[in-house]
């Protein structure tokens, strides 16, 4: 069996971060890199059913620059067996890579590897679109399931049985035919440190470099209908009360004002 | 001594505030620090009056409180404080379970947890450098992207510490197969009394160098010096984490299980013994539905060969009549069985409201003595019909009991006492120690010169008489004679 996990280098600003007037980004240098917290867990879930089950690759793929190898390492310290990574001239000049241009990417990539299940996050903590998985579900035509909280596959009957969490604290219990795409909730499980002999193992395994026309495709699979106009800070509002008073008359007020708030009742 | 007598009025205002600071009995502290960093508040000093082990009736309210934020701000208070014979008590997360930083004397709680930078990760030599005030679990979490960990933190590592685990020389279920966490320390940067900075230790793995004041610190619960920075030594985290659990039908097997499993070499990473009653503790609490049975509880680490190491400590435990042995096949599930045990110091507390815990037990033995240790300790709570729960590190040769007792009733209070110092005295008979890991603090007093015998506690104390002449830090611990309200300072004649 074969399972591609998709992964994504994400960046976070800094706390005094600045984003000048008409700036479309924030500046490299406001920014730390990681891996995508939800990644973190479909990297553990798919090495998880490798060791489960013999016979199982685990490969990861990732569209960014080659900077990004080094937070892609991580999931082979953790027992990713290789890595796969897509950049390209077109795609450095591209601001803003939507879905659609992801998924027809990773699309690619899964005819190329022919995986029989594709692990991705629900989100990005950076985009946030959560759309990736799903939108190159359709793409490829696989079955699919989100938010998935639990998975227990059936590697001979090609099932897998998914608790998919909905609003409200709502579960459903799904079973998804493979091939399959997942977008793997965080919690799912508790995803490992990385040994510090995994870590050096890591740097022997393979990250495979691909350009678009390797995948056979064309600048143009970055066109999108959407564009970035403009990035901002937002205002943010918060307000204090002080109380003044003796510890008595400071609760009594505390308590007041939580009653007015509807926090309590009285 | 601790103020009295204090105006109510005063408690309503800003205790941090300069002029409050100033009209108290310590003005030069706002010359010291900076505003908001020294406090007379009342809360303030409730909050410092003592720590996780002080009964409210034990509770002192220190008379400041100083948050200073480095090395040269420790220094001045301390000079300070030490000429005009004002005691400095360290006070970090406050998680010591002997009473250790209760500021026995009151004087300044100087308070250590906004020093809590990681300074330095050099993980090509498997090293960290840390403020004092960096809580265990932050210093771990900071080493693990480079597949490094720090071994000896206590169960209490994420609440606590590392200068209070260096003062109180904390271990921790880990320490089994990988130490205390004296082992764990390489250099120390320490404020003596009298504010004299001092570097002890090196950062080469060894050194031959001199006395060797880095040790001398570790441990000394806070009355030598206050450690301001700590260059700690990192383990790699290994390839193979597995873990589980096994029931045993009595205890004599549980403990005689462990003791073969430690005798025979079996490289286990935490080895932890539940007797009965903690189990059942433990089950009241979370609901388990598992059998109040004898529990041991393993976790095993390795590069490579786990599953064999497994297999021969099942086999071990089996000729022990092992009635039940789960391993955990992933870390969730290793995570639920070990449920029981992480959750047990709530357990025990909440075990029954009419009933506490007198002190926390710490008694250790060497390895062999082991079974017989928890057997007496069994033994002594149906003698005298009190409820002591057995737990803790077993591997160590570490048995944490509480002695549960009635708080009303005198007489129960002193057959739990009685209980409580036969056991000690049992374990130092059989050259254990009164205590593996929390420290004497005010606690344990008592049993130092069984343990050390008078020759080496009056050497201890012309240390901490030679280092600190005025008894102006910590006062009030690890010696016999404070007990009575006796300071160091008084050289102790022979007949007392
Ligand atoms: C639930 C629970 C579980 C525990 N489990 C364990 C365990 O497994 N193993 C174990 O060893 N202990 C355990 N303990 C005890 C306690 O957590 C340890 O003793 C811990 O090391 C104390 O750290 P602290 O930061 O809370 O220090 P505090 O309690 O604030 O201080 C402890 C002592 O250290 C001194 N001190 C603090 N900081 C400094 C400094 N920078 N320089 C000089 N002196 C200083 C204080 O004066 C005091 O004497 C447990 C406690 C609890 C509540």
Redesign the pocket.
Same mark, same amino acid.
């Given at each position: 069996m074969k399972i591609l996990v998709t992964v994504k280098e994400v960046a976070e600003a800094a706390d005094d971060f600045e984003l000048p007037d008409g700036a479309l980004d924030i500046d490299e240098r406001y920014l730390e890199y990681d891996l995508n917290e939800w990644d973190e867990y479909g990297v553990e879930e798919g090495v998880q059913i490798a060791e489960e089950n013999e016979d199982t690759e685990v490969v990861s793929v990732t569209i960014g620059p080659e900077r990004s190898e080094e937070t892609i390492r991580m999931a082979l310290a953790k027992g990713v067996d290789r890595a796969i990574r897509i950049w390209d001239d077109a795609l450095e000049d591209v601001a803003f890579l939507d879905v659609e241009a992801r998924a027809r990417i990773l699309a690619a990539v899964v005819a190329e590897e022919d995986p029989d299940l594709v692990l991705t996050g629900v989100q990005a903590n950076d985009d946030g679109f959560g759309a990736t998985g799903i939108a190159l579900a359709d793409r490829i035509d696989f079955e699919w399931a989100a938010v998935v909280n639990h998975l227990d596959l059936d590697v001979e009957g090609g099932l897998a049985h998914v608790h998919r969490e909905l609003e409200g604290g709502v579960e459903e219990l799904t079973d998804v035919e493979l091939p399959a795409v997942l977008s793997i909730q965080t919690g799912i499980n508790e995803p490992r440190y990385a040994s510090l002999r995994g870590i050096r193992q890591a740097q022997s395994k393979e990250i495979v470099p691909y350009e678009l026309a390797d995948l056979d495709l064309d600048a143009d699979v970055t066109d999108s209908p959407l564009s970035l106009t403009s990035m901002y800070e937002p205002e943010t509002e918060s307000s204090a009360t002080v109380f003044e008073g003796s510890p008595e008359e400071e609760a009594d007020q505390l308590g007041e004002l939580l009653g007015e708030m509807g926090v309590v009742e009285g | 001594m601790a103020s009295e007598g204090e105006h109510a009025s005063d408690d309503d205002r800003d205790g941090t505030s300069d002029e409050r600071v100033a009209e108290g009995e310590y003005p030069f502290l706002v010359d010291l620090l900076d505003s908001g960093r020294v406090s007379v508040g009342s809360s303030d000093r409730e909050n410092h009056a003592g720590?996780?082990g002080t009964p409210d009736d034990r509770k002192v309210r220190p008379d400041a409180v100083v948050w200073p934020e480095s090395a040269a701000e420790v220094s001045g208070v301390l000079e300070a404080a030490n000429e005009r014979g004002i005691p400095v008590? =360290?006070?970090?997360? #406050?998680? #010591? $379970?002997e009473g250790?930083?209760t500021p026995a004397y009151g004087g300044i709680s100087m308070d $250590?947890t906004r020093m809590d930078a990681i300074l330095d990760v050099r993980p090509d030599d498997f090293q960290v450098d840390v403020e004092? #005030?960096a809580i265990g679990s932050t210093v771990d979490e900071a080493v693990s992207s480079d597949g490094l960990t720090f071994p000896p933190l =206590? %169960?209490?590592g994420d609440? %606590?510490?590392i @200068? !209070?685990?260096?003062?109180?020389d904390? %271990? @921790?279920?880990q320490t089994v197969r990988y130490g205390e966490v004296r082992d764990w320390v390489l250099e120390l940067e320490?404020v003596l009394a009298d504010g004299t900075v001092i570097t002890a230790g090196s950062k080469a793995v060894k050194t031959s160098s001199g006395y060797n004041l880095k040790d001398l610190l570790v441990g000394s619960? @806070?009355t030598l010096?206050?450690?301001?920075r700590a260059t700690l030594r990192l383990a790699g985290r290994p390839e193979q984490i597995r873990g589980g659990r096994a029931i045993f039908e009595t205890l004599d097997d549980a403990a005689a299980a462990v003791f073969d499993a430690v005798r025979s070499g079996v490289d286990v990473a935490r080895i932890e013994l539940l007797d009965d009653t903690t189990v059942a503790m433990a089950n009241a609490y979370l609901d388990t539905g598992l059998p109040d049975a004898p529990m041991v509880f393993l976790e095993f680490h390795a590069n490579h060969g786990i599953d064999e190491e497994i297999d021969f400590c099942r086999g071990i435990f089996e000729a022990h009549d092992v009635a039940e042995f789960e391993m955990a096949a992933e870390e969730a599930e290793m995570a639920k069985l070990w449920q029981a045990r992480r959750e047990l110091?709530y357990a025990v507390e909440s075990y029954d409201p009419d009933l506490v815990s007198l002190h926390p037990g710490d008694v250790t033995v060497p390895i062999s003595k082991y079974p017989e240790m928890v057997r007496y300790i069994k033994e002594l709570s149906a003698e005298y019909d009190l409820l002591a729960p057995c737990f803790g590190?077993a591997g160590d040769g570490n048995v944490h009991y509480s002695v549960m007792v009635d708080p009303e009733s005198d007489a129960e209070r002193e057959r739990g006492e009685e209980v409580y110092r036969e056991i000690v005295e049992r374990a130092i008979e059989w050259g254990g120690t009164a205590t593996g890991?929390? @420290?004497i !603090?005010q606690g344990k007093r008592e049993y130092l010169e069984a343990e050390h015998g008078p020759e080496s506690v009056e050497t201890m104390r012309t240390i901490k008489r030679a280092l600190d002449p005025n008894d102006t830090l910590?006062p009030g611990?690890i010696f016999p004679e404070t007990a009575e309200g006796k300071r160091v300072t008084v050289p102790a004649t022979s007949d007392d």
């Open positions: - | 720590d996780w008590t =360290p006070y970090a997360a #406050g998680t #010591g $379970l250790n930083a $250590l004092a #005030g =206590p %169960s209490s609440i %606590s510490t @200068g !209070g685990m260096i003062a109180t904390a %271990s @921790g279920m320490a619960e @806070g010096g206050v450690v301001t110091a590190h890991e929390h @420290g !603090g910590n611990k």
